[in-house]
């Protein structure tokens, strides 16, 4: 392909290397952990150990079960941006709505062109005229409204014909005005208009009951000073309900048109846990926001607050956790120096492993050989194996004292895993090792093994 | 921090010819297209540590350095070095390039307002819904996701520029059948797509055609908006990727033409991808107009 391979042989490395081999991946995760965990128990800091993985998504549930076994918590540096996940886009929405007293045609719809269902758990529908209690909210569901409710196809009841398909949605913005108006004067609006889709109507009361929540609240004040307009409990239970909406509505349509591997939904579904863990922060911090006056007690606060809670990484610097050890994705570790790195998963066909691309192989590699005027095209390495040799070797150099690279032999089917052909080539002057075995076992083997290095030193 | 492939010893030898501001001085050109690099482009190889040297060499906070930082965490382990080895951090910018591009626009009074990828998918499947013929053809993937994403790699690697457009138009009728019928259905429908994308909003469809736009001002106003929003850079870098692609390069490309002074230029690349992707620079740099797309402005 015209693609040049780097020679690590030519370089060996002069820490010990050690290769773990263990039999399934969640053994290899406990193996991990418990090596952790006696390297801490040695007295080696925390904050000097890395565990690097080529893909979390395939690392992050056995690490988190083996973290528990060994009381030690994951912390995750990823860069699933949750901010640029369309479950964020849709909380940040109806945030965004219900914050606007006279909200334009645009902001209006966007919750619903990111998919806006009504909240999925069924009950009853709220009484008109009564204060609605959050709880309502959560269960305002696909009841019909009025006399509609004995006709079995009434889309606005149909829980399939939610959410509203972006051609329809497309058709009843073009029929309605753009101006900005009250959640009122819109609900009016579109009573008036016939080609205006009737799951609007739907939408816009639902609006107009959450925005009915925080009036409601203000007018029970208690003798409690500082009592603020929008309560914490209010905000959850509206978010979470919009979240289950997505989750059960949404993300099949995420589903449905994703490619075949399913990439869309493996990072929706993400973004969705995320969340779930999102709104339970913003519930704990809104009230001490608000009254630190780093927010607005408003909608448009419950905003900031997702945005700004959303885009703080997970990390040693916001963790108070003494046993929150730094897990990375194997890009990520470009330039630290961290003395002890795990490197997990080192198989073949994990790590390097190819991306997929929509461009067809026979033109990738035209581009990589770039003969003629073809060469002004930039190539991608992740069509060959350069860009996971860079991220390879970019782990290798983070390791200052020693590295371990683990990987396991069978497969959930019960096929053969084979070791990365990176491993083989990595050699090193102050020794390999490869060892076999159980969480039992592994973690002395290698405190034999660093003790050793250690009195060669010395 | 260990010296662990081989890269590395070439890293300090950079591959690139030329005016230097550092010492590897009477080194022939590793080949004969290297000469054709501009004397203020520097290329390093795996030898990332030297990043930390901006730090070292600048006790007396005589330089400012714009650092070009496309991967975010990369931004903060920067950070994070600095702090370690306790060194100055104070003339130095870390930037990703769509904040770049923002910073440019925003000194010229120009709109920043990008769809983001949400707001893309949103608009694409409004599109595929409306005009059935995006999707007809057998060579193109029929979801919006996998519609956005080709739109993406095709992207990548013409940044829709007319030059590279037209290279790839002219390379399809040497690949087999009917892979040559895909990727012409491929690349009209990418553009068809990006091109109704256009239309439909006054935004910069995507953080890439933010770059583009950026990169479109600094080549007509021949640097003057560059001087305005980094009056007192007097060294870029660009570290910690895998990919040139077509619009940071181009990037790059106006930056060694434009921005008046000659400041030097470094391009970090790593250790498994360099050597390769630093042969192919001086090819990607000989377009005319960085930037421009062959849409209707």
Redesign the interface.
């Known amino acids: 392909m015209g693609t040049c391979v780097p020679d690590l042989m030519g370089n060996p490395v002069d820490i010990p290397v050690i290769e773990v081999v263990t039999t399934t991946r969640r053994e290899e995760a406990r193996t991990v952990m418990a090596m952790v965990s006696t390297l801490l128990d040695r007295g080696v800091a925390i904050r000097d150990i890395a565990i690097v993985v080529r893909n979390l998504n395939e690392y992050e549930a056995p690490l988190d079960h083996a973290g528990r076994l060994y009381g030690i918590t994951p912390a995750y540096w990823t860069q699933l941006n949750v901010i640029h996940t369309q479950p964020f886009a849709l909380l940040d929405a109806v945030c965004t709505v219900l914050g606007d007293d006279e909200p334009s045609l645009e902001v209006l719809c966007r919750p619903l062109e990111y998919r806006w269902c009504p909240p999925s758990v069924l009950t009853e529908h709220p009484a008109s005229g009564d204060a609605v209690e959050p709880r309502q909210i959560a269960q305002m569901d696909t009841v019909a409204t009025d006399a509609d409710s004995d006709v079995p196809t009434d889309p606005v009841t149909d829980a399939q014909s939610w959410p509203i398909e972006p051609a329809t949605l497309q058709s009843s913005l073009h029929a309605l005005p753009a101006e900005p108006r009250s959640l009122e004067a819109w609900l009016t609006v579109v009573e008036e208009h016939a080609a205006v889709d009737t799951r609007l109507k739907w939408y816009l009361e639902w609006l107009i009951a959450c925005r009915s929540m925080m009036d409601a609240t203000d007018t029970h004040t208690t003798g409690r000073s500082h009592r603020l307009s929008l309560s914490a409990e209010t905000i959850a239970t509206v978010l979470t309900a919009v979240l289950d909406g997505y989750e059960a509505l949404g993300l099949p349509v995420t589903q449905a048109l994703d490619s075949a591997a399913l990439v869309g939904t493996a990072r929706d579904a993400r973004a969705v846990v995320r969340l779930q863990s999102l709104i339970s922060q913003v519930r704990a911090k809104y009230s001490n926001c608000c009254l630190d006056g780093w927010i607005d007690d408003s909608w448009i606060g419950v905003a900031a607050l997702l945005r700004r809670i959303a885009t703080e990484l997970p990390g040693r610097r916001e963790l108070s956790n003494a046993r929150a050890i730094d897990v990375f994705e194997a890009n990520d570790l470009w330039l630290l120096d961290i003395p002890y790195v795990i490197a997990m998963g080192l198989l073949e066909g994990e790590w390097p492993r190819q991306a997929p691309s929509t461009i067809p192989v026979e033109l990738q590699s035209a581009i990589l050989r770039g003969e003629g005027r073809l060469s002004t095209l930039p190539p991608h390495t992740a069509w060959s194996p350069m860009r996971d040799y860079d991220q390879f070797l970019d782990t290798v150099r983070a390791a200052s004292s020693s590295l371990i690279l683990t990987r396991y032999t069978q497969a959930a089917d019960d096929d053969t895993r084979r070791p990365s052909p990176l491993i083989d080539q990595l050699e090193s002057t102050a020794g390999r090792h490869t060892l076999d075995g159980t969480e039992a076992v592994i973690p002395d083997a290698i405190t034999t093994i660093l003790d050793a290095e250690v009195d060669d030193v010395e | 921090?260990?010296?662990?492939?081989?890269?590395?010893?070439e890293s300090s030898q950079h591959a690139r010819t030329g005016r230097s501001a550092e010492s590897d001085q009477g080194r022939p050109p590793a080949s004969a297209h290297q000469a054709a690099l501009p004397p203020n482009l520097m290329i390093h190889i795996?030898s990332?540590?030297r990043?930390l040297d901006i730090g070292r060499d600048d006790n007396l906070g005589q330089t400012t350095d714009l650092v070009i930082a496309p991967?975010?965490?990369?931004r903060?382990?920067?950070q994070?070095?600095y702090r370690?080895a306790g060194l100055p951090s104070v003339g130095l910018q870390i930037v990703d390039h769509t904040t770049l591009a923002a910073q440019l626009l925003d000194a010229d009074n120009r709109s920043t307002v990008t769809l983001?990828?949400?707001?893309r998918?949103?608009m694409i499947?409004?599109l595929v819904?409306?005009d059935s013929t995006i999707r007809a053809t057998p060579g193109v993937?029929s979801?919006?996701?996998?519609l956005e994403?080709?739109c993406t790699?095709?992207e990548?690697?013409?940044g829709f520029h007319p030059?590279?457009l037209?290279?790839?138009t002219?390379?399809i009728p040497?690949?087999?059948t009917p892979?040559d019928d895909?990727?012409t259905e491929?690349l009209n429908t990418a553009m068809a797509l990006e091109g109704a994308l256009r239309k439909r909003t006054e935004r910069a469809v995507s953080d890439i055609e933010l770059l583009r736009r950026a990169v479109r001002l600094l080549w007509v106003d021949d640097g003057r908006v560059w001087q305005e929003t980094f009056p007192s850079v007097d060294r870029i870098s660009v570290v910690?990727t895998?990919?040139?692609?077509?619009a940071l390069?181009d990037l790059v490309h106006a930056i060694l033409t434009v921005v008046p002074g000659s400041i030097p230029v470094h391009i970090h690349l790593?250790?498994?991808?360099g050597?390769?992707?630093s042969r192919?620079i001086p090819?990607?740099l000989?377009?005319d107009t960085p930037g421009a797309v062959v849409f209707d402005e």
Do not use: K
């Open positions: 921090m260990t010296d662990t492939n081989s890269s590395d010893s795996g990332d540590d990043l991967v975010e965490l990369h903060r382990n920067i994070r070095r370690e983001d990828r949400i707001d998918l949103s499947e409004a819904a409306e993937p979801d919006p996701q996998s994403q080709m790699d095709v990548f690697c013409t030059e590279r037209e290279a790839l002219q390379a040497n690949l087999p892979i895909d990727v491929i910690g895998s990919n040139l692609p077509a390069i790593r250790s498994g991808s050597r390769y992707l192919r090819h990607l000989s377009i």
